[in-house]
């Protein structure tokens, strides 16, 4: 797990005001949680983009306001529909001694066999998986290691991931991750 930080000002503008700090390149945002009362703060439009592009919603980010910080996971980003452009941003301020839950990308790495000889294709099962961990524990990625995938119909199930310790997996257990597919070409010989 990575942590970021970032610096914001407190913010006095509430409401449909909040348009005239947008045109202004100012992204309004609040920080909130089960311990924290809300917190108005706003950031130039540029700090958080790059911030939100870096750490997403599963990396620690620290925001000091006012002199404080406040150790918080991105939780709902508003955009424009059209432009994309980020609108507001809501940071839930996480309980070190609390579990949270977060979803966390699937990322598959390494090479299997039996799909670079082009015998089978991978097909793709779940791409992001839902865990329950302390803060300390946080994970930002899962790897899945796709190399035992050697013959056609082997796959990788939620049950066979390697999670740190301290991670529940939240998934069904049969969920399917990835598998090795046999390809058209080898399905209509078969057929003939």
Not at 13 to 23: A, E, F, P
Not at 54 to 62: E, V, Y
Request: aromatic share 4%.
């Amino acid at each position: 797990m990575s942590e970021f930080q970032i610096t914001a000002q407190e913010r006095t503008v509430i409401g449909k005001k909040v348009s005239k700090l947008r045109n202004d390149a100012i992204v309004p945002a609040t920080i909130y949680g089960p311990k924290t009362p809300p917190v108005n703060i706003q950031f130039g439009y540029r700090e958080i983009q790059r911030l939100l592009m870096t750490a997403g919603s599963t990396n620690i980010i620290n925001i000091t306001v006012g002199g404080e910080t406040h150790r918080v996971l991105a939780r709902n980003v508003q955009r424009d529909i059209i432009r994309g452009d980020i609108l507001h941003a809501d940071f839930f301020a996480v309980n070190e001694d609390n579990k949270i839950r977060v979803e966390v990308p699937v990322v598959l790495v390494g090479e299997s066999p039996i799909v670079a000889s082009r015998k089978a294709i991978l097909m793709n099962g779940a791409t992001s998986i839902r865990i329950e961990v302390l803060p300390r524990d946080l994970v930002n990625k899962i790897e899945v290691d796709i190399s035992s995938l050697i013959a056609i119909g082997s796959a990788i199930y939620v049950r066979d991931l390697v999670v740190g310790s301290g991670v529940a997996v939240l998934n069904d257990p049969d969920e399917m991750i990835a598998r090795a597919l046999q390809t058209g070409a080898q399905r209509s010989a078969a057929t003939e």
